[in-house]
C-alpha cells in the first residue's frame, strides 16, 4: 500500500496532497494511470510536476496531462492531473518523490510526494506453443481519409473500363469517336434548297416523271411537317387535304393549286401518268410560291406577335410608373 498510494498531508496549509497509481501490479506492456492530486478546503493555484516523454527509466508517458478540478460536498476543492503510462520491460519500477508547488493567498509552498512503486511481469512462453500476440491488434474503425484512396482509384477504373467499352463499341459499328454536331436547317431553307435541287437537275423532262414527283411531293410534306405542324410524311395525298382545310396559314388558292399538284403526282406514281412538260414546270412553280407565300405568312404573323408584346409592355410599364408617381405625390 505504501508502494502504491503516496500520500502527504500539510496541516498549516490544510491540505492533502499525493500520487495514485491504478494497481500495483501489471503485465508487460498494459497500461495504467499515474495521477497527482491536491485536497484542500480553499482554491489554491497548483502546479504540478511537468512530465514528458518518460516518468522513470522504463516507465514511459503514453499520453496526458489531463488536468481536472471538482468541487466535493464537504466543500473542499480537489484537483488532479493524470497521466497514462505503460512499460515494455520486466521489475519493479518506483516513481521518485516529486515537487507540486502550491500558492494560496498567505503562504506559497513546495510540497514533495512519497514515492510509488510498481511491479511489471510477463506471460510465461510455452515451449509448445511458440511466441504469440499477448494482446491482439487493436481494430481502429476507418476514417474517410483512409479509404478516400481506394475509393478514387475504384472511381478511375470503372472510368477507363466504360471508356474501353465505349472505344470497342465505336470501332465495332464503324463510327468515329465523337459525332460532328448536326446543323439545324430551318424548314423552309431545307425545302427552297431542294427545289432548287431539282430545277438543276431538270428532273421534269421526259423518262424522269416518277422521281420528279415523288422527291417534289416529298419536298413539300416536308415542309408541311416543319413549318405547319402537319404530319404529312405518314400521311396520304387526300389526308393531307383535309388538314390543310383545317389550316388557317394557308389560303383557299394555295391549298387548290397543291390539291392539283399531288394528284397529278399519284397519278404518275401509281397510274403511269404522263403530264405535259409545261404541266411539270407549273407544278414547280406552285411548290416554289407556296412555299414562299406560307413563310412570309408565317414570318408576318410572328412580327405582328412580337410588336403586340411589344406594345402590352411599354403599357404595363407606363402604368406602373403613373401608379408609382400617383402613390408619390399622395
Avoid at 273 to 293: G, K, S
Wanted: proline share 4%.
Amino acid at each position: 500500500m505504501f508502494l502504491l498510494l503516496g500520500v502527504g498531508v500539510a496541516h498549516a496549509q490544510n491540505l492533502e496532497y499525493g500520487v495514485e497509481l491504478d494497481t500495483n501490479y501489471m503485465l508487460i506492456g498494459d497500461q495504467q494511470h499515474l495521477t497527482f492530486k491536491v485536497r484542500s478546503d480553499a482554491e489554491t493555484r497548483v502546479l504540478f510536476p511537468q512530465l514528458k516523454d518518460t516518468v522513470t527509466r522504463g516507465v514511459e508517458i503514453i499520453s496526458g496531462p489531463v488536468r481536472d478540478s471538482v468541487w466535493e460536498d464537504d466543500g473542499k476543492w480537489v484537483l488532479t492531473e493524470e497521466y497514462v503510462i505503460t512499460a515494455f520491460d520486466t521489475g519493479v519500477y518506483v516513481i521518485p518523490s516529486m515537487p507540486i508547488m502550491v500558492r494560496g493567498k498567505e503562504y506559497d509552498n513546495v510540497l514533495r510526494t512519497e514515492q510509488v512503486g510498481f511491479a511489471v511481469n510477463t506471460f510465461e512462453v510455452d515451449p509448445q506453443k511458440g511466441n504469440y500476440d499477448i494482446v491482439l491488434p487493436y481494430a481502429a474503425p476507418w476514417t474517410f481519409a483512409e479509404i478516400l484512396p481506394y475509393l478514387l482509384w475504384t472511381l478511375l477504373g470503372l472510368a477507363v473500363i466504360a471508356g474501353a467499352w465505349f472505344l470497342w463499341q465505336r470501332r465495332k459499328k464503324h463510327q468515329p469517336l465523337f459525332m460532328p454536331k448536326k446543323e439545324v436547317i430551318p424548314p423552309y431553307v431545307k425545302a427552297i434548297r431542294s427545289l432548287d435541287a431539282i430545277k438543276e437537275e431538270k428532273l421534269w423532262q421526259p423518262g424522269n416523271e416518277k422521281e420528279y414527283y415523288t422527291r417534289l411531293t416529298d419536298t413539300v410534306r416536308s415542309y408541311l411537317d416543319g413549318e405547319l405542324g402537319i404530319s404529312a410524311m405518314e400521311q396520304t395525298s387526300t389526308e393531307i387535304l383535309h388538314e390543310l382545310k383545317q389550316c388557317d396559314k394557308v389560303e383557299a388558292v394555295e391549298r387548290e393549286k397543291i390539291e392539283e399538284m399531288l394528284t397529278t403526282a399519284d397519278y404518275v406514281k401509281f397510274a403511269k401518268f404522263t403530264p405535259l412538260q409545261d404541266e411539270n414546270a407549273r407544278h414547280l412553280d406552285t411548290a416554289y410560291a407556296f412555299v414562299q407565300t406560307t413563310h412570309e405568312r408565317l414570318q408576318a404573323e410572328e412580327q405582328r406577335r412580337a410588336e403586340e408584346e411589344r406594345k402590352r409592355l411599354e403599357e404595363e410599364k407606363k402604368a406602373d410608373e403613373e401608379a408609382d408617381e400617383k402613390n408619390n405625390v399622395q
